[in-house]
């Protein structure tokens, strides 16, 4: 296939940074590659090849040394904010956490506050409706451009039409989408639940800094948190070799530079084990992890 590179590392794709490279790699740098992408899906479908979608997001887990298939990262950037609609345009792979930071400090908008510190681009967030303390991507959504992976078609998917739930959307159970682009509507703020948290100072002093995805599993409930589950069960600050939940935030996976992913798999599967055998719980990864399987 023409369009794609061999061989190439994608160790920094992921905020792990387990050492890794792809056999294939293409990289969506303007609305021209879009055209390109169906081509290469329909390659994929011919050759028996998987592929991996990547929107600047970065939770995930790389378990494998050498990505047999084929990477697509999308680096389509660009966002605007129209102080009398209210409305937000932007590109699927600019970062929440920065637009919420600029609306914030230069246009007077504070409505997307709590996503300050949320590692993550747009089209991650509306792909896995992702959120922090109960405002959720869907909150203020109003539909997306998507090309249709199957037809090679450019079509809308309005809200209503999206299936969000939490952590996930049609996006994410079809797999046939390529966001292109959002549109979010901040004129009024919608909160599944209310929240006083200071995210800012929540992230900045009760969370880890190091080599982490943030939350590594999805909350089971709203009354019992993955943290609290991993703690009761005696595994905060608890190590495999490299690999250990901080002392700090027991939902935080870490390692200490090694980066042995076999590591990081082994202390997963322990914590999904001691939980369920405990509360009768699955804890369910938030992280997503990428094997050649």
């Known amino acids: 296939m023409k369009y794609l590179q061999k061989n190439i590392d994608i160790t920094h794709l992921s905020n792990y940074k387990t050492p890794a490279k792809s ?3 293409f990289e969506v740098q303007c609305e021209e590659d879009i055209k390109k992408l169906h081509e290469i899906v329909v390659w994929a479908k011919q050759e028996e090849l998987k592929i991996l979608w990547i929107s600047w997001w970065t939770n995930m887990l790389f378990a494998f040394d050498e990505y047999e298939w084929i990477v ?19 590109y699927g792979a600019e970062s929440i956490w ?8 230069e246009l007077w908008q504070d409505l997307w506050h ?31 451009r998507v090309l249709n992976l199957d037809n090679g078609q450019v079509s809308t998917i309005y809200k209503k039409d999206m299936g969000f739930e939490y952590r996930s959307s049609c996006l994410k159970k079809e797999k046939r989408y390529f966001l292109i682009s959002a549109i979010f509507d ?3 703020k919608v909160e599944k639940y209310h929240s006083d948290v200071d995210n800012i100072d929540f992230r900045e002093n009760k969370q ?3 080599n982490s995805c943030g939350s590594f599993f999805k909350n089971p409930n709203r009354e019992q948190s993955a943290g609290f589950l991993i703690e009761q069960v005696w595994l905060k600050g608890y190590s495999i070799w490299w690999a250990y939940f ?40 938030e992280v997503q992890i990428i094997t050649n399987t």
Request: net charge negative; hydrophobic share 40%; aromatic share 14%.
């Open 208 to 210: 880890p800094k190091w």
């Open 114 to 144: 709590r996503f300050i510190g949320l590692p993550g681009s747009v089209a991650w967030a509306v792909y896995g409706n992702a959120g922090c303390f109960w405002l959720e991507t869907e909150s203020n959504f109003q539909s997306c």
């Open 246 to 285: 901080s002392d700090k935030h027991a939902n935080f996976l870490m390692h200490n530079g090694q980066w042995d992913y076999k590591d990081m798999l082994e202390l997963i599967q322990l914590a999904q084990k001691k939980v369920k055998t405990t509360f009768n719980l699955e804890l369910e990864n």
């Open 72 to 90: 697509i990262k999308n680096l389509l950037k660009w966002w605007e904010y129209n102080e009398e609609t209210k409305l937000l345009v932007s």
């Open 23 to 25: 056999r294939w790699y």
């Open 186 to 188: 901040l004129s009024e």
């Open 98 to 105: 920065d637009i919420a930071v600029a609306l914030e400090r």
